[in-house]
T-cell receptor
Framework: NAGVTQTPKFQVLKTGQSMTLQCAQD?????MYWYRQDPGMGLRLIYY???????DKGEVPNGYNVSRLNKREFSLRLESAAPSQTSVYFC???????????FGQGTRLTVV | RKEVEQDPGPFNVPEGATVAFNCTYS??????FFWYRQDCRKEPKLLMS???SGNEDGRFTAQLNRASQYISLLIRDSKLSDSATYLC????????FGAGTRLTVKP
């Protein structure tokens, strides 16, 4: 039972570099999410996808892009990383929006 | 005012104690409520949903008070394995997470 799988688990980037965080779920869920978690703050929604080919901005979308090419996969791209993007990133999925969400193991990203 | 507020703790309690966490939310139109558990350096996992009538799962009891806009989580007979951060989640159109309450259960 893989559930939600994220890669990589850890990453260090230099300011200005780009990277893509990958996420895949095998639960046939429609909704997928990308969150970031910072100390002292709750998880904040970056982007949401209700279904293949659709994406919506969340609370903190600036500096990020996403792609939902199929039902299983939802990727998050940082085009030009900034130190303010140092965070723990979680991908999640749920049957539909606002139902129980299942999370990936997280990606710890440091931008120096 | 934050949309979802929790006492950050930490709560340090002995094994066997009863501990309660509260969470307040600002959007009266919120419709779904959850408690998640997050272990150190791990992903959040659903502990329980919170229903209007209140619900219980073993040693855990969740309550919702819509009039006062808060939800609560009661843990009875605390175990060492209950040590974690407990996240309150409130949903209107989006799921909004509290910053979490940290619980440490000591022998």
């Amino acid at each position: 039972n893989a559930g939600v799988t994220q890669t990589p688990k850890f990453q260090v980037l230099k300011t200005g570099q780009s990277m893509t965080l990958q996420c895949a779920q095998d639960m046939n869920h429609n909704s997928m999410y990308w969150y970031r978690q910072d100390p002292g703050m709750g998880l904040r929604l970056i982007y949401y996808s209700a279904s293949e080919g659709t994406t919506d901005k969340g609370e903190v979308p600036n500096g990020y892009n996403v792609s939902r090419l199929n039902k299983r996969e939802f990727s998050l791209r940082l085009e030009s990383a900034a130190p303010s993007q140092t965070s723990v990133y979680f991908c999640a999925s749920s049957v539909v929006r606002n139902t129980e969400a299942f999370f990936g193991q997280g990606t710890r990203l440091t931008v120096v | 005012r934050k949309e979802v507020e929790q006492d950050p703790g930490p709560f340090n309690v002995p094994e066997g104690a009863t501990v309660a966490f509260n969470c307040t939310y600002s959007n009266s139109a919120s419709q779904s409520f959850f408690w998640y558990r997050q272990d150190c350096r791990k992903e959040p996992k659903l502990l329980m949903s919170v229903y209007s009538s209140g619900n219980e799962d073993g040693r855990f009891t969740a309550q919702l008070n819509r009039a006062s806009q808060y939800i609560s989580l009661l843990i009875r007979d605390s175990k060492l394995s209950d040590s974690a951060t407990y996240l309150c989640v409130v949903s209107d159109n989006d799921m909004r997470f509290g910053a979490g309450t940290r619980l440490t259960v000591k022998p």
